[in-house]
Each structure stands twice: as structure tokens, then as C-alpha cells.
């Protein structure tokens, strides 16, 4: 069974640039597409980007332009570079893997999140 693990969450100022880690264990990165969401304090979790097993990458509106998603295969893990930060960026994003979709549910397994928040 698939395992994933986020890393790289932090407290940072707007403007300012993170870089998030999923660490995939218990499958290759050619089998299943990884997916970025994101939840903010009372907000529903949202869909922010995804690459799929050819490495093609699709994001949502408000990270288009300054988030980036990457892949290292050698080392099973999924990147995603996310620059010029706002406040509203502030949630706990998640990494998922699955069908290449925005939707939750095309996710089969999920990883428990790291924290992003963006403040003055």
C-alpha cells in the first residue's frame, strides 16, 4: 500500500518561497499521478496541482504562474515549489496519489499534511 509523507511546511512572510516534499513509498511514481490540495481553517480542501506519470502538470487558478510541481524519480518524491506567497496560501496542503484529476475522490491514498502559513 502506498505511503506518503509532506515535508517542508513553515511559517514564512508574503512574497516569500517554500519548497514542499511528498515522499512516496510502496509504489513507483509511473503508476500513479500525485496530486497537491490544500485545506485553510474553515474552508473546504482544495485541489492545487497534479503531475501525472508522463510528468505532465496541471494546476489550479490561484497557483498558476507561482507554484510549480516536480517529480524526482530516483527518489520517488514529488516537489512543489510555491513562490511569491500570500496570506491566503496559509492551510495545511497534502500530497495524494491517484487518478490525475482535481477531484478528491480520484484519490485513493493521502499523506497527512504539512502546515504552510503565510504571515506578516
Known amino acids: 500500500q502506498p505511503q506518503l509523507v509532506e515535508s517542508g511546511g513553515g511559517a514564512v512572510q508574503p512574497g516569500g518561497s517554500l519548497r514542499l516534499s511528498c515522499a512516496v513509498s510502496?509504489?513507483?511514481?509511473?503508476?500513479?499521478?500525485i496530486g497537491w490540495f490544500r485545506q485553510a481553517p474553515g474552508k473546504e480542501r482544495e485541489f492545487v496541482s497534479v503531475?501525472?506519470?508522463?510528468?505532465?502538470?496541471t494546476y489550479a487558478e490561484s497557483a498558476q504562474g507561482r507554484f510549480t510541481i516536480s517529480r524526482d524519480d530516483a527518489k520517488n518524491a514529488v516537489y512543489l515549489q510555491m513562490n511569491s506567497l500570500k496570506p491566503e496560501d496559509t492551510a495545511v496542503y497534502y500530497c495524494?496519489?491517484?487518478?490525475?484529476?482535481?477531484?478528491?475522490?480520484?484519490?485513493?491514498?493521502w499523506g497527512q499534511g504539512t502546515q504552510v502559513t503565510v504571515s506578516s
Open positions: 503531475i501525472n506519470i508522463f510528468g505532465g502538470s
Open positions: 495524494a496519489a491517484g487518478n490525475p484529476s482535481f477531484r478528491e475522490t480520484d484519490y485513493s491514498y
Open positions: 510502496g509504489v513507483t511514481l509511473d503508476y500513479w499521478a
